[in-house]
């Protein structure tokens, strides 16, 4: 096998981060490794790849253009999520109904090659399957509000012991902040409205409040070390009083208004720290990737609708009866 050349960019790795370059090196290798096994026959092993009789073997070129092709693919679902979804659904639907066929010249060995394919597309592509997530719609509906939420916790540095408030808590955002803080070991107070508060204290929450709620008269001043604030609005003032010295807000919503009344002598009096929370910080999706695969969360589905029922998915999302997420479907 020909030694690989060491581009500038892999010698420019090696010496910013030289345990990440030794992992790379090593996966780089095995997967150079298992590409040659596979392109170069044996004494056993005849035409490589596929279902026809004139399939044969690889150039070397064509071995190392198609291992590149691979590592690429391999960062690619590595960092992008979007490109891990569609591989989700792509191994979900394809990858069990593909069958191959070896052509080694030898029953057994063709046999084994062919139970190890069936095997890795049942067992191992299915990424969905081995996590446990009978839906994709159960995937679908982790990325943006349990990031954005995690953004927030992340943001105002929710600690363990510490008293939250959490606003808007049986939407999607809401209802993935009470989870995510739990699992912190925070103290949760969740404000919802209507008849939510069952299903918000199922989620995790230690205290369920009316939306309405008047906070000077539950709680009195200095109460809460941070609050988790999705929709804005007349309480925007009643939460910031209800926060301790040095607490800290977060936001990342305004459904019940954005335009908002500050005592700046709350402000500085205080101490207190405000945070507006959009663009997700960079450890947000690994940290909630690994949450997922722990199953220190899980979804939270009020419903899901066809792509075509888009219009009756958005009557419903209005009503505000929902706790949690509402997909569509493709």
Same mark, same amino acid.
């Given at each position: 096998?020909?030694?690989?050349?060491?581009?500038?960019?892999?010698?420019?790795?090696?010496?910013?981060?030289?345990?990440?370059?030794?992992?790379?090196?090593? %996966?780089?290798?095995?997967?150079?490794?298992?590409?040659?096994?596979?392109?170069?026959?044996?004494?056993?092993?005849? *035409?490589?790849?596929?279902?026809?009789?004139?399939?044969?073997?690889?150039?070397?070129?064509?071995?190392?253009?198609?291992?590149?092709?691979?590592?690429?693919?391999?960062?690619?679902?590595? =960092?992008?999520?979007?490109?891990?979804?569609?591989?989700?659904?792509?191994?979900?639907?394809?990858?069990? @109904?593909?069958?191959?066929?070896?052509?080694?010249?030898?029953?057994?060995?063709?046999?084994?090659?062919?139970?190890?394919?069936? =095997?890795?597309? /049942? =067992?191992?592509?299915?990424?969905?399957?081995?996590? =446990?997530?009978?839906?994709?719609?159960?995937?679908?509906?982790?990325?943006?509000?349990?990031?954005?939420?995690? /953004? !927030?916790?992340?943001?105002?540095?929710? *600690?363990?012991?510490?008293?939250?408030?959490?606003?808007?808590?049986?939407?999607?955002?809401?209802?993935?902040?009470?989870?995510?803080?739990?699992?912190?070991? %925070?103290?949760?107070?969740?404000?919802?409205?209507?008849?939510?508060?069952?299903?918000?204290?199922?989620?995790?929450?230690?205290?369920?409040?009316?939306?309405?709620?008047?906070?000077?008269?539950?709680?009195?001043?200095?109460?809460?070390?941070?609050?988790?604030? !999705?929709?804005?609005?007349?309480?925007?003032?009643?939460?910031? /009083?209800?926060?301790?010295?040095?607490?800290?807000? +977060?936001?990342?919503?305004?459904?019940? +208004?954005?335009?908002?009344?500050?005592?700046?002598? @709350?402000?500085?009096?205080?101490?207190?720290?405000?945070?507006?929370?959009?663009?997700?910080?960079?450890?947000?999706?690994?940290?909630?990737?690994?949450?997922?695969?722990?199953?220190?969360?899980?979804?939270?589905? %009020?419903?899901?609708?066809?792509?075509?029922?888009?219009?009756?998915?958005?009557? %419903?999302?209005?009503?505000?009866?929902?706790?949690?997420?509402?997909?569509?479907?493709?």
């Amino acid at each position: 096998m020909p030694t690989p050349k060491i581009s500038l960019f892999e010698r420019a790795i090696a010496g910013l981060a030289p345990r990440y370059a030794l992992e790379r090196a090593i %996966a780089r290798d095995k997967l150079t490794l298992f590409g040659y096994d596979a392109a170069h026959p044996g004494t056993l092993r005849g *035409n490589s790849g596929g279902m026809g009789k004139n399939a044969g073997s690889e150039t070397s070129k064509m071995a190392m253009d198609r291992l590149a092709l691979m590592w690429d693919a391999r960062d690619l679902e590595r =960092n992008m999520p979007v490109i891990r979804c569609v591989l989700d659904r792509t191994s979900q639907y394809v990858c069990g @109904t593909v069958q191959y066929q070896a052509q080694t010249g030898d029953e057994q060995v063709d046999s084994v090659y062919e139970s190890y394919w069936q =095997n890795w597309c /049942n =067992n191992v592509a299915d990424i969905t399957g081995r996590h =446990n997530f009978r839906m994709l719609v159960e995937l679908a509906s982790f990325p943006c509000a349990f990031s954005a939420a995690e /953004n !927030i916790l992340g943001r105002i540095g929710l *600690n363990a012991g510490e008293r939250v408030l959490i606003t808007g808590a049986s939407g999607g955002v809401g209802s993935a902040a009470v989870q995510l803080a739990k699992r912190r070991g %925070a103290e949760v107070v969740a404000m919802v409205g209507g008849d939510k508060a069952e299903a918000v204290r199922a989620l995790g929450a230690d205290l369920v409040v009316p939306r309405d709620v008047d906070l000077q008269a539950q709680f009195g001043a200095d109460h809460f070390d941070a609050a988790v604030d !999705i929709v804005g609005g007349a309480g925007f003032g009643a939460i910031l /009083n209800a926060l301790k010295r040095g607490g800290r807000y +977060g936001v990342a919503g305004a459904i019940s +208004g954005p335009l908002v009344e500050l005592d700046l002598r @709350t402000l500085y009096l205080k101490d207190l720290r405000l945070f507006g929370c959009t663009v997700l910080d960079p450890e947000v999706f690994p940290n909630l990737v690994g949450y997922i695969e722990r199953a220190e969360i899980r979804p939270c589905i %009020a419903a899901t609708y066809p792509l075509a029922e888009i219009v009756q998915a958005q009557e %419903a999302f209005l009503t505000k009866r929902h706790v949690g997420k509402i997909v569509l479907t493709l």
